[in-house]
């Protein structure tokens, strides 16, 4: 079971990135796929989930109309497209999935990290002129 966040790089503030989190030895259709991101000397916090279905999202403010998730079943993907980016944003960027605390439910959340059971490695997103 892995997951690996990738998609991270240095873009000018306003630019856009789409970050990608790849699933290995399961489903991400199965689990709530959520984003986090830590910036340097900062706590971890939460951005946007995506539950099981794939029919419910949710987005903490900072993320609200400049970030979308989204999940290509296919590809066994989740995805960050991130736009207008802004150089609070600079930070390393991770995916992570909910084994059983949403199991059942059709919404998630990213309130607590302790939600969350399996975690890629984290991609760095670094935004500066």
């Known amino acids: 079971v892995q997951l690996q966040a990738s998609g991270g790089g240095l873009v000018q503030p306003g630019g856009s990135l789409r970050l990608s989190c790849a699933a290995s030895?399961?489903?991400?259709?199965?689990?709530?796929t959520g984003w986090f991101r830590q910036a340097p000397g900062k706590e971890r916090e939460g951005l946007s989930c995506?539950?099981?279905?794939?029919?419910?999202?949710y987005y903490v403010d900072s993320a609200k109309g400049r970030f979308t998730i989204s999940r290509d079943n296919a590809k066994n993907t989740v995805y960050l497209q991130m736009n207008s980016l802004e150089r609070g944003d600079t930070a390393v960027y991770y995916c992570?999935?909910?084994?059983?605390?949403?199991?059942?439910?059709?919404?998630?959340?990213?309130?607590?990290?302790?939600?969350?059971?399996?975690w890629g490695q984290g991609t760095l997103v670094t935004v500066s002129s």
């Open positions: 992570a999935t909910a084994g059983t605390y949403y199991s059942g439910t059709n919404y998630c959340g990213v309130r607590q990290t302790y939600e969350y059971d399996s």
């Open positions: 030895g399961y489903t991400l259709d199965m689990y709530t």
């Open positions: 995506i539950s099981s279905s794939g029919d419910y999202t």
